[in-house]
Protein backbone atom coordinates (compact mmCIF):
# COMPACT_ATOMS: atom_id res chain seq x y z
CA UNK A 1 0.00 0.00 0.00
CA UNK A 2 1.51 3.15 -0.73
CA UNK A 3 1.66 5.89 1.34
CA UNK A 4 1.09 8.83 -0.77
CA UNK A 5 -2.00 7.53 -2.21
CA UNK A 6 -3.39 7.97 1.14
CA UNK A 7 -2.00 10.84 1.84
CA UNK A 8 -3.80 11.88 -1.51
CA UNK A 9 -7.33 10.89 0.32
CA UNK A 10 -6.78 12.36 3.26
CA UNK A 11 -6.38 15.49 1.37
CA UNK A 12 -9.07 15.28 -0.74
CA UNK A 13 -11.40 13.86 2.04
CA UNK A 14 -10.35 16.86 4.37
CA UNK A 15 -10.52 19.11 0.96
CA UNK A 16 -14.19 17.39 0.70
CA UNK A 17 -14.73 18.62 4.34
CA UNK A 18 -13.95 22.41 4.00
CA UNK A 19 -15.60 23.39 0.79
CA UNK A 20 -19.19 21.23 2.07
CA UNK A 21 -18.89 23.66 5.34
CA UNK A 22 -18.41 26.46 2.93
CA UNK A 23 -21.36 25.66 0.84
CA UNK A 24 -23.26 24.56 4.40
CA UNK A 25 -22.62 28.13 5.61
CA UNK A 26 -23.56 30.34 2.60
CA UNK A 27 -26.14 27.81 2.03
CA UNK A 28 -28.20 28.33 5.55
CA UNK A 29 -31.55 29.34 5.11
Do not use: G
Not at 6 to 18: F, I, K, M, N, P
Amino acid sequence: MHIDYLRLVLQLLSLALQLYDFIAKHWSS
